[in-house]
Each structure stands twice: as C-alpha cells, then as structure tokens.
C-alpha cells in the first residue's frame, strides 16, 4: 500500500537546540499531519498541513514549532529550541482528500 | 472537548479466541478511523469507517454514526494480533481526536 518515510528514525538531541524531523508523504497526496506519541500515551494531534498552509493545531503545537513543505519536497517538523518535554515519537501522516490517513514508522526523539 | 473512549483498556484472549473492542465518541464525527500499533510503535491504518460495516481478513468494523459508537470485531485471534489498537475521528474540526486505545494481548 502506500507509504510515508520519515527521517531520521532516531534523533538525540541536547535541550536547547534545534531539530528537524523530516516526512516524505505518499506522492499525491494533498493534506499532511503531524502527531506526538509519548512513550505508553495515546498520540496527540499536533498540526495538519494544506496547500502550503497550516490549517489546525492543537495546544500542543507551541510557539517553537513550525512547519512547512517546500517545492513539494519533504514535510518537515521543526521545534527550535527543544525542550526536554519534547521527547516523543513524532508521527507524520499523509491523506490525498480528508479520508484514510497513512502513517510513517515515526521518529524517536529524545531530548536531553 | 471531544471524547473518545475506548473499551476494554486492556484485553487477554487465548489464541482462536474472538475480540469487540469498543469506541464511543462524544460528537458526530465525520470521519473514524481504525489503527493498530505494532508493540514496536509501528501504525497501521485498518479501516476508514466513518458508517456502516466494513471487513477485511478477520476483522470487521461497524460504525453507527447517529448512536456515536464503533466497533472492532478479530475473529479467531492470532498471537500476531497482539498490539494496541486506537480509534481516532476528526469532529468537524480537522483536529483528528485519538482514544485512549485497547491493548490487546493474545497468548498462545
């Protein structure tokens, strides 16, 4: 079925510094998504992502994160400066209308 | 805010043995989706169910729109089947909401 690759799968980090969690969604896909799954909770919705433009977030999305796609390319997720709550899987998912939704393998983020 | 509750939290089955998980939801939604999590973190869409009945293999979801309630029927239970399954709908709202998850166990 389809796919989305996300990079890196792991990333350690030091508390304060910037990271980039990047997603290749399925190629024709319109709407992008990104959720934060800390370890043994249920995921939590962060963002989701339209013609360039966000068009929800949750509380959980703060000031230090941002997102964008640009040319098409990757879809990236990145939180400057990181703090040590920030230690989660991050989940991007992918969906071409508001229907099924198609997920990475997630990136392992632990902040330090 | 929106609610969603899964039921059981946490489910034991003898391999052959069959599964319902539940979700209720507290508004209409006009989207639910079905996932497992591979005990490694790993997700996996089952079903896109916003109403009716849909199967696949041994799993069959139903979802009753106007009542708020879905459901997860694995028939004959594999230890494979093992893992944490979620529900999760989006409220009209583009926030997609995920519940709290049923983590089932089926032993050998």
């Known amino acids: 079925g389809p796919k989305v690759l996300q990079i890196p799968s792991h990333q350690i980090i030091d508390m304060g510094q910037m990271v980039t969690l990047n997603c290749d969604p399925v190629?024709?896909?319109?709407?992008f998504y990104w959720y934060k799954q800390i370890l043994g909770q249920q995921m939590e919705f962060l963002v989701n992502?339209?013609?360039?433009?966000?068009?929800?977030k949750s509380k959980l999305f703060k000031d230090q994160f941002s997102v964008e796609r640009p040319d098409g390319s990757y879809f990236t997720l990145k939180i400057q400066p990181t703090a040590l709550e920030d230690s989660a899987v991050y989940f991007c998912?992918?969906?071409?209308?508001?229907?099924?939704?198609?997920f990475g393998p997630g990136t392992r983020l632990l902040v330090l | 805010g929106q609610q969603v509750q899964q039921s059981p939290a946490s489910l034991v089955l003898q391999e052959g043995e069959n599964a319902e998980l539940q979700c209720n939801f507290s508004?209409?939604?006009?989207?639910l989706q079905w996932f497992y999590q591979h005990p490694g973190g790993r997700l996996v869409s089952l079903f896109y169910?916003?109403?009716g009945t849909k199967h696949t293999g041994r799993l069959t979801s139903t979802t009753v729109t106007n009542e708020r309630r879905s459901s997860l029927h694995i028939s004959s239970s594999q230890t494979t089947d093992s893992g944490t399954y979620f529900c999760?709908?989006?409220?009209?709202?583009?926030?997609?909401?995920f519940g709290t998850g049923t983590r089932l166990q089926v032993l050998p």
């Open positions: 992502f339209y013609n360039g433009k966000v068009m929800e």
């Open positions: 999760a709908i989006d409220p009209n709202t583009n926030k997609v909401v």
């Open positions: 998912a992918s969906s071409f209308l508001v229907d099924t939704q198609y």
């Open positions: 508004s209409t939604a006009t989207r």
């Open positions: 169910n916003p109403s």
């Open positions: 190629s024709n896909h319109l709407y």
